[in-house]
């Protein structure tokens, strides 16, 4: 079990918006630490998608964005394309844990 | 142009030991903070241990505390993970990322080096 919970997968189809969750708890996301979002393409390196809650990374379009309330934080894509086909991982620092903590990752399937 | 390039993941059976390698170029080493991060077969991502610039300020995750041991030689821009006592659960890619003063954001990673921990 991941410290931060996201759902397995979600799907949507071309053109359209889909928000994938993550929810923590008081010594994380509800400690006010930063959340930050990843993309995985399976064989290729991880890329930083949002830092520091809503922040996008030079060169990261601004369809991806982010937000963060009490335990929860949040990413949304608009204008779905094929290329976001990817998994998306969570990321927080845990105060019990001494340590980051990532979320179990949401598979994201463009229709 | 920056680069992270992991090396030394090998099959190793469970209780050996292996050295992992982190190979930086393209930007100042030494003054980021950088992590291990792992990703077993069909899993999700996984922290396994930071370091800051100094190497005097070290974590690891509960599930390797006492095994694994991270080091850094800024001389050589590398970054290093000696892995002890392997289980078959450790069996999994590891990437070295960089870390940024954004919150404990890891802004850029490398391709991964596969270790296999079997019988």
């Known amino acids: 079990q991941s410290v931060l919970t996201q759902a397995p997968s979600v799907s949507g189809a071309p053109g359209q918006r889909v928000t994938i969750s993550c929810t923590g708890s008081?010594?994380?996301?509800?400690?006010?630490?930063?959340v930050h979002w990843y993309q995985h393409i399976p064989g290729t390196a991880p890329k930083l998608l949002i830092y520091?809650?809503?922040n996008r990374p030079s060169g990261v379009p601004d369809r991806f964005s982010g937000s963060k309330s009490g335990t929860s934080a949040s990413l949304a894509i608009t204008g779905l394309q094929a290329e976001d086909e990817a998994h998306y991982y969570c990321?927080?620092?845990?105060?019990?844990?001494?340590?980051?903590?990532f979320g179990g990752g949401t598979k994201l399937t463009v229709l | 142009e920056e680069q992270l390039v992991e090396s030394g993941g090998a099959l190793v059976q469970p209780g050996g030991s292996l050295r992992l390698s982190c190979a930086a170029s393209?930007?100042?080493?030494?003054?980021?903070?950088m992590n291990w991060v792992r990703q077993a077969p069909g899993k999700g991502l996984e922290w396994v241990s930071y370091?800051?610039?100094?190497?005097?300020?070290?974590d690891y995750a509960d599930s390797v505390k006492g095994r694994f041991t991270i080091s850094r030689d800024n001389a050589k821009n590398s970054l290093y993970l000696q892995m002890n006592s392997l289980r078959v659960e450790d069996t999994a890619v590891y990437y070295c990322?960089?870390?940024?003063?954004?919150?404990?954001?890891?802004?850029?990673w490398g391709q991964g080096t596969m270790v296999t921990v079997s019988s």
């Open positions: 393209g930007f100042s080493f030494s003054s980021y903070e």
């Open positions: 370091i800051n610039s100094n190497n005097n300020n070290i």
């Open positions: 990322a960089r870390e940024r003063d954004w919150g404990n954001a890891f802004d850029f």
């Open positions: 520091g809650n809503n």
């Open positions: 008081s010594s994380n996301i509800g400690a006010a630490y930063d």
């Open positions: 990321q927080s620092y845990d105060s019990s844990l001494r340590g980051s903590v």
